[in-house]
């Protein structure tokens, strides 16, 4: 059974305070610049308080009838003072919020690499990426200006409640009751715009995974004349999340809006009973018109605590989006090596011995085993087949070797020592593998050459180039080794790929080889080429071979017959056909005719 085709668990979103932790975590490397732009913001705010009491002075000198030249210049140096230092704290604030979300790009992206196959297999593409773009991006803001929005409108906001009050405590309580009723009102709004958030995101997640499966596919979509379909098929991921970002917006929009309206209904209720007040003489005119332009000042420090929590509902989604990534399983990492492929270790002389002990896996528990007692042994050097019918196994032996799945039960050894003990990269280091469907990356052929091999030289180049049978293809190329291969190698044949991953695999001097079918796409003419160079191989490397194609099965030392996850027969060509009935039958019949 394929894992791929399981289907996906629900994710456990983060709690607040989980969330409020993983967003400390992001902003920790980058406090001082959060602070540097807290402190700019502080500033600006404190110019803008004192402006109020600049004004009341104003008012109380023209009654007076003293000069106003010296407050005038006082207030413009304050406004554009003001105004310089929130610039350059905006700027600090926007720098850092574009860090954090490439240091989260950054991990996100490293941490996707080393997901455990299973993992992978679990989680469509799609999903992933749009984790490492679009949820990040949202970081964005949350990040920086949530938190400094927040502390700046929490302070001016007091800072403006204290002055108001000294001014008059009767128009203060006025003020409260109506801020306080519309307050309430707006804290009902916040988890719908966080809940139509988060289905947003999974939403352009759909996106994300719809585009990457036709993408994938373009030519059988294409053939299959289904592009209409497929358009559909993104459109409705496209309009789900039109439909859950609408939602939000509206949502947005109502808290948004509130922190006006609650100032309005002040300015009203705070000019009639301020006006009686100053009609009756309690409070001079100068008082009032102060408290009013506190009561306008207030839009702006009210407006960013509405912001920061509207702004940390639609972060809170994406942190948790994040979050589950952060949670998925991953493979360890050597600590000297950072988990890099060591050049030195594929160079290690000799081959190395295989043996499977008792070897039990499946891909989850409740699904059945893929493989049952599996007992086979592989000398050091020689080639070895597995052959058998589809799902059979054959392909899984060589995922537990290179542990891209951890065996159920049982042991797999490499070179005596069971792969679990091997570091990873010491362990993948020393194997070249050929894969089913030779994947061949974007961008030129020597890129896709060295891949594996970063230290080669064009010496080792060119000679994996004669052994592969890639010559012919290199001189034809506009470019050579520099000519780009397309995506997934769409400019290059079947059987050409298939020479690309073989000529990889060669290329890092293995001292075991896994070629899962890697000569199915071959005419038989290369085949026929690249059996020899298989078999020259295998005198100085263990060689292990997936194969249906009976020439290449004659040709191995020895063949290991697989049926339903167990191992049915080992020997000889000849000793099989004469000892196993299912094996005869294969050749007879599966298998093709040898060509020589």
């Given amino acids: 059974m394929n894992p791929a085709s399981a289907p996906t668990t629900e994710e456990t979103p983060l709690s607040a305070r989980e969330t409020i932790k993983a967003l400390h975590a992001y902003l920790r490397p980058h406090r001082w610049a959060v602070a540097l732009g807290l402190l700019c913001a502080l500033v600006g705010a404190a110019g803008g308080l004192l402006q109020p009491l600049a004004t009341k002075t104003l008012v109380d000198r023209l009654a007076s009838g003293e000069t106003l030249t010296g407050i005038l210049i006082a207030l413009t140096v304050l406004v554009l003072l003001g105004t310089a230092v929130e610039a350059f704290g905006a700027y600090v604030l926007e720098r850092t919020a574009e860090s954090v979300v490439m240091a989260a790009r950054r991990t996100l992206a490293g941490r996707l690499l080393r997901l455990r196959l299973a993992e992978w297999e679990r989680i469509p593409p799609g999903d992933l990426m749009s984790r490492v773009t679009s949820d990040t991006t949202l970081l964005r803001a949350v990040s920086t200006q949530t938190v400094v929005s927040a502390a700046t409108g929490a302070v001016a906001f007091v800072a403006a409640i204290v002055m108001m009050g000294c001014l008059d405590a009767v128009l203060l309580g006025v003020t409260l009751g109506v801020v306080v009723l519309v307050g309430g009102a707006v804290a ?34 294409k053939a299959s004349g289904a592009e209409e379909r497929e ?39 705070v000019l009639g009973v301020g006006g009686a007040r100053v009609a ?44 589950q990534v952060e949670r998925l399983s991953t493979e360890p990492t050597d600590r000297r090596t950072g988990g890099c492929l060591p050049r030195q270790a594929a160079t290690e002389p000799g081959p190395v011995p295989v043996r499977f002990e008792d070897v039990s896996f499946r891909y989850r528990p409740d699904l059945p085993y893929t493989h049952q007692r599996v ?35 049982g042991r797999v050894l490499v070179d005596g020592k069971d792969v679990r003990d091997w570091s990873l990269a010491g362990l993948r280091s020393a194997i070249g593998y050929v894969e089913q469907d030779a994947p061949v990356l ?15 030289t064009d010496d080792d180049i060119r000679d994996v180039l004669t052994r592969a049978r890639l010559d012919p293809l290199v001189e ?36 075991l080889l896994l070629l899962d079918e890697a000569t199915s796409q071959l005419d038989a003419v290369n085949e026929l080429a690249l059996r020899d160079v298989i078999t020259e191989v295998a005198r100085e490397t263990t060689v292990l071979v997936v194969a249906h194609r009976l020439s290449t ?44």
């Fill in 188 to 221: 009902l709004v916040m988890p719908r715009i966080a809940r139509a958030t988060e289905r947003a995101q999974e939403a352009v997640g759909e996106i994300s995974i719809a585009l990457e499966r036709v993408l994938g596919a373009f030519r059988k979509v």
């Fill in 231 to 269: 358009t559909a098929r993104v459109e409705a991921a496209a309009r789900r999340a039109w439909r859950h970002g609408v939602k939000s917006a509206k949502w947005e929009a109502v808290a948004g809006s509130a922190d006006e309206l609650a100032v309005q209904l002040a300015f009203l209720a």
């Fill in 280 to 323: 009756s003489g309690e409070i001079p005119v100068s008082t009032l018109i102060a408290f009013l332009l506190y009561l306008f000042y207030l839009i702006d420090p009210v407006s960013k605590l509405v912001d920061a929590v509207s702004h940390y509902q639609e972060g809170a989604a994406a942190i948790s989006r994040i979050a």
């Fill in 375 to 409: 007992s086979f042994e592989v000398p050091r050097t020689g080639m070895t087949a597995f052959v058998g019918p589809s799902g059979a196994g054959k392909s899984t032996v060589f995922a537990l070797i290179e542990r891209f799945y951890e065996a159920t039960g």
């Fill in 442 to 456: 974007a961008g030129t052929l020597r890129e896709n050459l060295v891949f594996a091999a970063p230290g080669a």
């Fill in 476 to 511: 034809r190329l506009p470019h050579g080794l520099d000519t780009p291969v397309g995506h997934r190698g769409s400019k290059l044949s079947g059987g050409e790929r298939q020479r690309v991953a073989i000529a990889r695999a060669l290329l890092r001097r293995p001292r």
């Fill in 553 to 596: 099965v004659t040709g191995a030392d020895r063949i290991v017959v697989m049926d339903s996850g167990r191992v049915r027969a080992v020997g000889s060509h000849e000793e099989l056909v004469a000892q196993d009935r299912l094996y005869a039958r294969l050749a007879a019949t599966q298998l093709l005719t040898p060509t020589r």
